[in-house]
């Protein structure tokens, strides 16, 4: 039985820090690509941030480039996403997400993830 647990989502002041964490079940999730999204109340899921299968590559949506970090943790089946120096414009509904097919293979709209996490939400003040 493949599932995905985020936790992790809380409210926070502008300026600080939250770490979101993805628990996989059912599959090996550092073989698979990962990846976190957000979705904002009235406005469209959008990607976060992408990781490759081994942790190689990582990529991020320009809107959190050098705030956010994806990463696993292999031994515990986790995804991570350490989010910093967060604005008021973060605050969302966040998931993580994963497909077989690998990071290369097209983006996350050519080629969706195969399974969802039921969402944590974030909220910046």
């Known amino acids: 039985h493949v599932q995905l647990v985020e936790s992790g989502g809380g409210s926070v002041q502008a300026g600080g820090s939250l770490t979101l964490s993805c628990e996989a079940s059912?599959?090996?999730?550092?073989?698979?690509?990962m990846g976190w999204f957000r979705r904002a109340p009235g406005e469209e899921r959008e990607g976060v941030a992408t990781?490759?299968?081994?942790?190689?590559?990582?990529d991020y949506a320009d809107s959190v480039e050098g705030r956010f970090t994806i990463s696993h943790d292999n031994a515990k089946n986790m995804l991570y996403l350490d989010m910093n120096s967060l604005k008021p414009d973060d605050t969302a509904m966040y998931y993580c997400?994963?497909?077989?097919?690998?990071?290369?293979?097209?983006?996350?709209?050519?080629?969706?993830?195969?399974?969802w996490g039921q969402g944590t939400q974030v909220t910046v003040s």
């Open positions: 990781i490759s299968a081994g942790g190689l590559i990582t």
């Open positions: 059912g599959f090996t999730s550092s073989s698979y690509c």
């Open positions: 997400a994963g497909r077989m097919a690998d990071c290369y293979s097209g983006s996350w709209r050519e080629v969706p993830p195969d399974y």
